[in-house]
């Protein structure tokens, strides 16, 4: 099935065809930050979300298991927040797991596990995220897996299920949201499943 180009909107029903192969997961990340040297852990000993910009050493994920994080401290990205990069740089996410993550915020809650703003690409393949959680404390979410605010993103070969978006109002994309007039978001080869809402409506703004 041929790619989609969303700038903005993703309708509910565009549902593309799925095959993942197989893969053995390498590691899990235990919390994160910009700096890939550190214990990824707070003086608490809580895991702590990566923040990916120009300036990281590390923009490429294989493998990788994100698991457990829960943010109440941030309104943008539960796991990553990725923002500031230069125009030719790349994140990749390859073969990757995001499992029961948690961005729960008393403001506007925006992409649970990941949040892509500004210039350069953020390429998603072969990857799950499943049961993650938004929470915001406003009338607006934005996205239980992804918001793309302004980035250019791929996703594809991906699995997205049991995400939960939660808040006294709308759900702009319960899934991935695509906001802001330069963001363009490319999906193929993904299914989406088992998506929870509890507010007063969705919104067509992502999947």
């Known amino acids: 099935m041929s790619k989609k180009i969303m700038k903005r909107s993703l309708a509910l029903g565009a549902l593309m065809a799925f095959v993942i192969t197989g893969s053995a997961w390498a590691e899990e990340l235990r919390g994160a930050d910009s700096n890939p040297k550190t214990e990824y852990r707070d003086a608490n000993g809580e895991k702590i979300r990566i ?6 050493d590390k923009k490429s994920y294989e493998g990788y298991k994100f698991t457990g994080f829960l943010t109440k401290d941030a ?5 990553f927040y990725i923002s500031s990069l ?3 740089d790349v994140v990749n996410f390859n073969n990757c797991e995001f499992i029961d993550n948690d961005l729960i915020t008393t403001g506007e809650g925006h992409g649970g596990v990941i949040w892509v703003g500004g210039s350069g690409d953020v390429v998603i393949t072969n990857s799950t995220f499943k049961n993650n959680y938004l929470e915001s404390g406003t009338n607006r979410s934005y996205g239980a897996s992804i918001c793309n605010d302004s980035g250019k993103l791929t996703i594809d070969g991906c699995y997205f299920s049991g995400d ?3 808040g006294p109002g709308r759900a702009y994309g319960v899934v991935i949201d695509i906001s802001g007039k330069d963001s363009v978001t490319k999906i193929s080869n993904t299914t989406f499943e088992k998506i929870w809402f509890s507010g007063t409506s969705s919104n067509t703004n992502g999947k």
């Open 86 to 88: 230069n125009k030719d």
């Open 164 to 166: 939960t978006v939660k």
């Open 51 to 56: 923040i990916v910009n120009a300036e990281s």
């Open 75 to 79: 309104t943008h990205g539960g796991v």
